[in-house]
Every structure is written in structure tokens, then in C-alpha cells.
């Protein structure tokens, strides 16, 4: 089977050659030199952090052998390592990261796809081996290509100790709860998996350009995906018709929050109708992760209980002085929370969705 379409987890190569905060950290890795060590949070928490992207060096060897890559092209973040990972992560006091597989390039095959999933698994199995309890990892699926996402589910999740999924948003314009995609869900329904979902390009945007000159997509766009993926699976009723499994939506749900009075007054307009309680129930059952910076709660929480808020930080897409200096404050500080909310947040809501992450 024949897979054209850019193959992407994780934020897309050509949008965070310069990353939009935090840019000196990013021209010293562009540089050569390591990644910068934040200074220690201040916070008391045991955190786990559940969206922390990971480009495996094997598989961008590979890649690059194969042709399918141009190392320059991808974003300096990329050429980080484990090492880099732990000290970030003592720094901000992070416990464990869940690994965000991501593998950007337009594959020949789907056997070529299957060989780079598969050095994505074995290196992140080995770095997990090789730092107990520090890191554990997703699979990643390519819902358009179902054969081998099927394949994937059985391997990761059934053989290798994966603790769930990473898909996009949207493949080709596809966006999940698409009912293409049901016999997947099926599956993933039967492992109880968590689905963890990351934005991609708008569809039909001019290819490694932004929609908006000036404007990186991930900036707007991204979070149109998340809101658009999000917005599909209500009205596809997809938490309902796949009762088992938990998505994970990130940065805060993208604008999903913010539109869902919108929605639940104006949804009868869509097709198929969404019924305010269906948008009422969805919101509450999916989960949400604070990368970002992400913003103030306030809104988030007249709709998502505070118990399905994830700690997340976008590391290294989002440098280390980002997560450090801004986003980790600005959560801290955020009077929307609780303090029990925020152990909530930071370890144990985390815990109770992959109970697999004491044993990490």
C-alpha cells in the first residue's frame, strides 16, 4: 500500500526551525551545544509529564540513509538527547515523561512505514530500559494507512509495554471520529487504550509554509486542528461508540473550551446533529494536557472536571526556559486551582489514567 501523505507525530519539521519562544536555546543547539539545564522549579510536586516529543537518532539515521529526510531541514530540538531529556526534566522536576514518538517523512511503502515505527519502538524501549521509572512511551499510528496501524496496536500495545497511542488530528483532511477510521477504534477499544492526539497542518495549506505569512502554525493553527479533531469526535459520538478508550487532547483542548457554549447552542446545525448533552458529556470525558503555555483555567474548568487535566510541557518543542520561566509559574499561580487540584494535575490524575506508570 502506497502511503504519499507526509507522515507526521509530533510538531512538523518545517514549522519550529526557529521556535517561537525561547529562541536562544534553540540557536545553541543549532550551534552544537547541549541543551540548556533550567534552574529547579520551585513547586514541591512529583510531576509526569505526558506530552514530551521524542525524534528517535536511529530513525532519523535511517531516514537520511533512506533518503526520505534532510537532516537541516528538521528542527534543531530534534538532534536532542536522553541525557539532554534528564536534565530537563530534573530541573523542572519531572519524574517521568510519556515519550510523543515522531517520525516526519513521506514514506514509500507500508512496509517502509512498519520499519520506521519499529525503530521508533526499539529505541524508545531502550531508553526506558535504560532509566528506570524516567521514561515511558506511545505508539505511533498512521491512521491511513490502517494495515499497518493495526499492526502497530498489536505490536506496541499488545507486545512492547506501550501505555497508549499517538495520532494526528486529521490525515489528509480526515479528521478523527471519521467513521474510516472505526474498524482502528475497534481495536483500540478492545486494549482499553489511551489515544493521544497532537495538531498537524490545516489541510490544503501550502506544504512547510504558514497559512498566514509571518505566523507559525502552530501559533493558531494547531489548536484549529485540535478544536476541528475534537468537534468531529462529538459529533461522531466517538467516546460513546468506543466507551473503553481515553483521548488525550492537547494544549488545554485547543479552542474547544472557548467555543463550547458555541456549540452546544449551534450544534443542531451540524451533520450529523450534535446535541448539547452530547457536547456536555464529550467535554467532560475527554482529557486535557497544559502544554503550552496553556491559558488561564478559568474557562476550562466551568467544563472539564480539574481530575482530567494533564500535566504536559511540549519539551523540547517548546524550549526549557519556556516551560521554566513561563508556563510552569503561570500553573502554579493559576487561582483557577486548588492545591489538591494541581497534585491532580501535576502527578496523580496521571497515575489513575495509566496506572502502568507506577511500574514505568
Given at each position: 500500500?502506497?502511503?504519499?501523505?507526509?507522515?507526521?507525530?509530533?510538531t512538523p519539521?518545517?514549522?519550529?526551525?526557529?521556535?517561537?519562544?525561547?529562541?536562544?536555546?534553540?540557536?545553541?543547539?543549532?550551534?552544537?551545544?547541549?541543551?540548556?539545564?533550567?534552574?529547579?522549579?520551585?513547586?514541591?510536586?512529583?510531576?509526569?509529564?505526558?506530552?514530551?516529543?521524542?525524534?528517535?537518532?536511529?530513525w532519523?539515521?535511517w531516514?537520511?540513509h533512506?533518503?526520505l529526510?534532510?537532516?537541516?531541514?528538521?528542527?534543531?530540538?530534534?538532534?536532542?538527547?536522553?541525557?539532554?531529556?534528564?536534565r530537563?526534566?530534573?530541573?523542572?522536576?519531572?519524574?517521568?515523561?510519556?515519550?510523543?514518538?515522531?517520525?516526519?517523512?513521506?514514506?514509500?511503502?507500508?512496509?517502509?512505514?512498519r520499519?520506521?515505527?519499529?525503530?521508533t519502538?526499539?529505541?524508545m524501549?531502550?531508553?526506558a530500559a535504560?532509566?528506570?521509572?524516567?521514561?515511558?512511551?506511545?505508539?505511533p499510528?498512521f491512521?491511513?494507512?490502517?494495515?499497518?496501524s493495526?499492526?502497530?496496536?498489536?505490536?506496541?500495545l499488545?507486545r512492547?509495554?506501550?501505555?497508549?497511542?499517538?495520532?494526528t488530528?486529521?490525515?489528509?483532511?480526515?479528521?478523527?471520529g471519521?467513521?474510516?477510521?472505526?474498524r482502528?477504534?475497534?481495536?483500540l477499544?478492545?486494549?482499553?487504550?489511551?489515544?493521544?492526539t497532537?495538531?498537524?497542518?490545516?489541510p490544503?495549506?501550502?506544504?512547510?509554509?504558514?497559512?498566514?505569512?509571518?505566523i507559525?502554525?502552530?501559533?493558531?493553527?494547531?489548536?484549529?486542528?485540535?478544536?476541528?479533531?475534537?468537534?468531529?469526535?462529538?459529533?461522531?459520538?466517538?467516546?460513546?461508540?468506543?466507551p473503553?478508550?481515553?483521548?488525550?487532547?492537547p494544549?488545554a483542548?485547543?479552542?474547544?473550551?472557548?467555543?463550547?457554549?458555541?456549540?452546544?447552542?449551534?450544534?443542531?446545525?451540524c451533520?450529523?446533529?450534535v446535541?448539547?448533552?452530547?457536547?456536555?458529556?464529550?467535554?467532560?470525558?475527554f482529557y486535557?494536557?497544559t502544554?503550552g503555555p496553556?491559558?488561564?483555567?478559568?474557562?476550562?474548568?466551568?467544563?472539564?472536571?480539574?481530575?482530567?487535566?494533564?500535566f504536559?510541557?511540549?519539551?523540547?518543542?517548546?524550549p526549557?526556559?519556556t516551560?521554566?520561566?513561563?508556563?510552569l509559574?503561570?500553573?502554579?499561580?493559576?487561582?483557577?486551582?486548588?492545591?489538591?487540584?494541581l497534585?491532580?494535575?501535576?502527578?496523580d490524575?496521571?497515575?489513575r489514567l495509566?496506572?502502568q506508570?507506577?511500574?514505568?
Amino acid at each position: 500500500m502506497s502511503t504519499p501523505a507526509l507522515r507526521l507525530l509530533g510538531t512538523p519539521a518545517d514549522e519550529l526551525r526557529i521556535a517561537a519562544v525561547g529562541t536562544s536555546e534553540v540557536v545553541r543547539v543549532a550551534r552544537g551545544h547541549t541543551a540548556q539545564v533550567p534552574e529547579p522549579s520551585r513547586t514541591r510536586h512529583s510531576k509526569i509529564d505526558m506530552h514530551h516529543h521524542y525524534c528517535a537518532p536511529e530513525w532519523r539515521e535511517w531516514a537520511v540513509h533512506h533518503g526520505l529526510v534532510d537532516v537541516e531541514r528538521l528542527p534543531p530540538w530534534t538532534r536532542l538527547g536522553t541525557e539532554d531529556a534528564i536534565r530537563f526534566m530534573d530541573g523542572a522536576g519531572i519524574t517521568t515523561a510519556v515519550l510523543k514518538p515522531m517520525l516526519p517523512a513521506r514514506y514509500r511503502s507500508s512496509a517502509q512505514l512498519r520499519e520506521a515505527i519499529n525503530i521508533t519502538l526499539r529505541s524508545m524501549i531502550e531508553v526506558a530500559a535504560s532509566h528506570p521509572g524516567r521514561f515511558a512511551f506511545y505508539v505511533p499510528l498512521f491512521l491511513d494507512d490502517p494495515e499497518a496501524s493495526s499492526w502497530a496496536v498489536r505490536r506496541g500495545l499488545g507486545r512492547l509495554g506501550a501505555v497508549g497511542v499517538n495520532v494526528t488530528a486529521n490525515y489528509g483532511g480526515v479528521y478523527l471520529g471519521d467513521p474510516t477510521y472505526d474498524r482502528l477504534f475497534h481495536e483500540l477499544n478492545e486494549h482499553a487504550a489511551v489515544v493521544d492526539t497532537h495538531p498537524h497542518n490545516l489541510p490544503d495549506g501550502p506544504p512547510g509554509a504558514a497559512t498566514v505569512p509571518g505566523i507559525p502554525n502552530f501559533m493558531c493553527d494547531f489548536l484549529l486542528d485540535t478544536t476541528r479533531a475534537a468537534v468531529n469526535m462529538i459529533s461522531r459520538r466517538t467516546l460513546d461508540r468506543f466507551p473503553d478508550i481515553s483521548v488525550v487532547l492537547p494544549h488545554a483542548g485547543g479552542f474547544l473550551p472557548y467555543i463550547a457554549t458555541r456549540l452546544e447552542a449551534l450544534g443542531r446545525f451540524c451533520e450529523p446533529r450534535v446535541e448539547s448533552a452530547a457536547v456536555r458529556d464529550h467535554l467532560s470525558r475527554f482529557y486535557y494536557d497544559t502544554a503550552g503555555p496553556m491559558a488561564p483555567a478559568a474557562t476550562l474548568l466551568e467544563h472539564v472536571p480539574a481530575d482530567h487535566v494533564l500535566f504536559g510541557t511540549d519539551w523540547p518543542a517548546a524550549p526549557a526556559d519556556t516551560v521554566t520561566d513561563l508556563a510552569l509559574p503561570a500553573l502554579d499561580a493559576d487561582p483557577a486551582f486548588t492545591p489538591e487540584q494541581l497534585q491532580g494535575i501535576y502527578h496523580d490524575n496521571a497515575m489513575r489514567l495509566i496506572p502502568q506508570l507506577a511500574t514505568a
